[in-house]
């Protein structure tokens, strides 16, 4: 996915009404009216918000008659959904590799009984001086 096309999808799902909107798509088509109804702002607001996720590619307009459904680009948010997981899945992989790592230190300290550490030793031998 290029690099325009991911900024413009972020910044339009930066926004919680358009991301409300998105979920709303997500369950079906719906107009500019039924896009408004849970919101307390205007139908040219909702307008422009539906605007930002056309420019984004998250979803697009179609004619029926005298309704303009919205409808939601399911591709779209799968392109988004798989350049978010190459992320995931590396840290993933690093965690991974973490876990061995710790995994292998314990193991080593467990089978090697834990020395003292020569300082403590002449701490404890100042300390017994002393008394």
Known sequence: MEQDALDRAFMA??????RAMVARLSRGDA??????EPFAITKQAVSKHIQVLEHAGLVTRSRDA??????????ALERLTAWIDQYRLLAESRFR???????ASQNAAASHPEQ????QENTAKKKEELR
């Open 116 to 119: 003292e550490n020569p300082e």
């Open 97 to 103: 590799q973490l876990d061995e790592l710790l995994g």
């Open 13 to 18: 799902l930066a926004d919680p009404v358009r």
């Open 31 to 36: 107009t500019v009216n039924e896009l408004a």
């Open 66 to 75: 005298q309704r303009r459904p919205v409808h939601l680009d399911a591709a």
